[in-house]
């Protein structure tokens, strides 16, 4: 099976940091390791539908919506197994609940039925 954690959310203020880490765990990771996964992460605010926010290519390549593109920057640890979301500038647009996803078999997907695993979310609340 497979479990992505997410955590490090929180309430901030407009103009602020946070940073949000997404950990794997799971047999499927231990036959086929997180690092040949494309991670992505998405948003989910409410009454709205989930929307794409970043993805990370198993080698490291990185694509944006463009909504956060220039304040948001993905990495990854594959030793850690662990994704990482740093968004920097936040608004208030951006409060929502911040979903990673796992996706085996592309390098850059952003839609989110490209994704094969999901976390439970964690939220993010900018105060304005």
């Known amino acids: 099976q497979v479990q992505l954690a997410e955590s490090g959310g929180g309430l901030v203020q407009a103009g602020g940091s946070l940073r949000l880490s997404c950990t794997a765990s799971?047999?499927?990771?231990?036959?086929?390791?997180?690092?040949?996964?494309?991670m992505g992460w998405f948003r989910q605010a409410s009454g709205t539908e989930r929307e794409f926010v970043g993805t990370?290519?198993?080698?490291?390549?990185?694509y944006y919506a463009d909504s956060v593109k220039g304040r948001f920057t993905i990495s990854r640890d594959n030793a850690k197994m662990t994704v990482y979301l740093q968004m920097n500038t936040l608004e208030s647009e951006d409060t929502a609940v911040y979903y990673c996803?796992?996706?085996?078999?592309?390098?850059?997907?952003?839609?989110?039925?490209?994704?094969?695993?999901w976390g439970q979310g964690t939220q993010v609340t900018v105060s304005s």
């Open positions: 996803a796992a996706d085996r078999w592309r390098a850059l997907p952003t839609s989110t039925r490209e994704y094969d695993y």
């Open positions: 799971g047999r499927t990771f231990t036959n086929y390791p997180m690092s040949n996964y494309a």
């Open positions: 990370i290519s198993p080698n490291g390549g990185t």
